[in-house]
């Protein structure tokens, strides 16, 4: 069955520190990969999407995120966090063969002055 | 319109009653999904449509829950008989087509039952 798996529900960071959000999945043919943000009382926009090619992908806000097959993982990184990242972030999965885009239940970001 | 259009955005109603959300795709996009987002959730699939058609309604939690969509457009979601727990956002994203290519995403309905 289609299912996505974010482990941590709530992280903190510092200002300028470094983030990496974590994102399993469980998909039975290749993958199409998401990240989304939702910012307080925002909708969802996309940040960045791996369908195939090269394993990491360039995003919006300066994100990316790497795509391991070998660990149906699509983590999502930034190298140094800004205020107004502070956020919620959701993984989705879907796929060539599969009408559902299936949302992980998010990790929500604090992020420290 | 320039982006996915829900409506109304907030809507309180009592235990009982029924509820219909509409919602406005992007022009052209054929694909439309149904969410729900409990408080502290992630997003619950509902239902997906594929032009006018349904292919897929797995996650419409009990028959309560309907949409339908016409036009290849609007599509409005109903519950009957709402409970308290059917108080949530529910979401609407429209693509061009299946999940290859990006979901845009609505602001959302947040409906309280009380």
């Known amino acids: 069955a289609q299912s996505v798996t974010q482990p941590d529900i709530h992280i903190t960071v510092s200002e300028g520190a470094s983030l990496e959000l974590r994102c399993n999945y469980s998909?039975?043919?290749?993958?199409?990969l998401f990240w989304y943000v939702q910012s307080p009382g925002q909708g969802l926009q996309l940040l960045l999407k791996?369908?195939?090619?090269?394993?990491l992908v360039q995003g919006i806000k300066g994100f990316e995120a790497e795509f391991k097959r070998s660990q149906s993982s699509f983590n999502l990184r930034k190298p140094s966090v800004h205020w107004s990242d502070a956020a919620e972030y959701f993984c989705?999965?879907?796929?060539?063969?599969?009408?559902?885009?299936?949302f992980g239940t998010g990790t929500r970001l604090q992020v420290f002055p | 319109g320039a982006g996915v259009s829900q409506s109304p955005s907030n809507k309180v109603t009592e235990k009982g009653k029924d509820v219909e959300l509409r919602c406005d795709p992007i022009?052209?996009?054929?694909?439309l999904y149904w969410y729900r987002q409990r408080l502290g959730q992630g997003l619950e699939f509902l239902i997906y449509?594929?032009?006018?058609?349904?292919?897929?309604k797995s996650g419409l939690p009990s028959d309560r829950f309907s949409a339908e969509r016409t036009g290849e457009s609007v599509s409005t979601l109903t519950i009957q008989r709402t409970q308290q727990e059917d108080s949530a956002v529910y979401l609407c994203?429209?693509?061009?087509?299946?999940?290859?290519?990006?979901?845009?995403f609505g602001q959302g309905t947040r409906l309280t039952v009380v």
């Open positions: 791996y369908f195939s090619g090269d394993t």
């Open positions: 994203a429209s693509s061009l087509e299946r999940t290859g290519s990006e979901a845009f």
């Open positions: 022009s052209g996009h054929t694909a």
């Open positions: 989705a999965v879907g796929g060539l063969y599969t009408d559902k885009l299936i």
């Open positions: 998909y039975g043919a290749t993958p199409y």
């Open positions: 449509f594929q032009g006018n058609s349904a292919p897929d």
